[in-house]
Each structure stands twice: as structure tokens, then as C-alpha cells.
């Protein structure tokens, strides 16, 4: 979990990005944040089978 908290993605860079998503007239009920293959995963565990 530490190893994880040093690499995790930049705390400045997703502030920046949740004030954008505060400032849209009409955003997304849903975000996925994170470095290209955290992202990236999130959306293959709908395809890929449980087992």
C-alpha cells in the first residue's frame, strides 16, 4: 500500500481536474482517475469473465 501511495498519480493533477468537473454546467455522474493502466483496467473488468 505504500508503494502504491508513492506512485500513485499526482494529487495536484486530479484537484485540477475535479475543479473542471465542478465548473461544467452539466457533468458526469462518473470519472475514472488515475494512471493510463489503472484507467484502463477499470474498464477491461466489464469485458473480462469473473473467473
Known sequence: ???DER???DPIE???KVLK??????PALVYREGKWFQ???VGMSR????R
Open 1 to 3: 500500500m505504500e508503494e
Open 21 to 26: 468537473i465542478v465548473e461544467m454546467k452539466r
Open 39 to 41: 484507467t484502463f483496467m
Open 47 to 50: 469485458v473480462l469473465p469473473n
Open 14 to 16: 486530479l484537484a485540477m
Open 7 to 9: 506512485n500513485g498519480a
